[in-house]
């Protein structure tokens, strides 16, 4: 099994807390109300997460640090070529009173698979989006909440 990685920071003008508690804390329920194009429902089947055609392990969740990693390792996600895909997010308060989401993707392939850059390139876009589309709303959950 061979490991894609890359690294991606992502300004936001949302304060630090409010971004991770939106991101991370409660992604099941605010990511199909402002992207239901891509996102029907989230049904948590277990533990911290497992959705209905892509199943998320959560690995570590620090909400001191603002930390929070998972893993795909079931669905469509993994589109037949992929063993699992890990995510290591941190949220870091920006200048500005924002915050930057730094994020490093780790692409577990099967044998002899090999990632385009286009694919790559795709996955961030996603990710780019989804931030986008929080940082849109009215972001409905409170940073002391």
Request: aromatic share 4%.
């Amino acid at each position: 099994m061979d490991a894609i990685t890359y690294d991606m920071e992502i300004p936001s003008s949302i304060p630090v807390t409010k971004m991770f508690k939106a991101l991370v804390l409660h992604v099941d329920a605010l990511i199909p109300k402002i992207m239901p194009q891509a996102v029907k429902n989230v049904e948590i089947l277990e533990g911290d997460g497992g959705f209905k055609s892509v199943k998320h392990n959560i690995d570590a969740l620090d909400t001191e640090n603002l930390m929070h990693s998972y893993s795909i390792v079931e669905g469509d996600a993994l589109m037949g070529i992929l063993q699992s895909i890990t995510y290591h997010v941190k949220i870091v308060p920006s200048e500005d009173e924002g915050c930057i989401c730094k994020n490093m993707s780790i692409y577990h392939t099967n044998d002899g698979v090999e990632i385009s850059e286009e694919k790559i390139k795709e996955g961030k876009e996603k990710a780019m989006a989804m931030l986008k589309a929080i940082e849109a709303t009215s972001m409905p959950i409170k940073a002391d909440a």
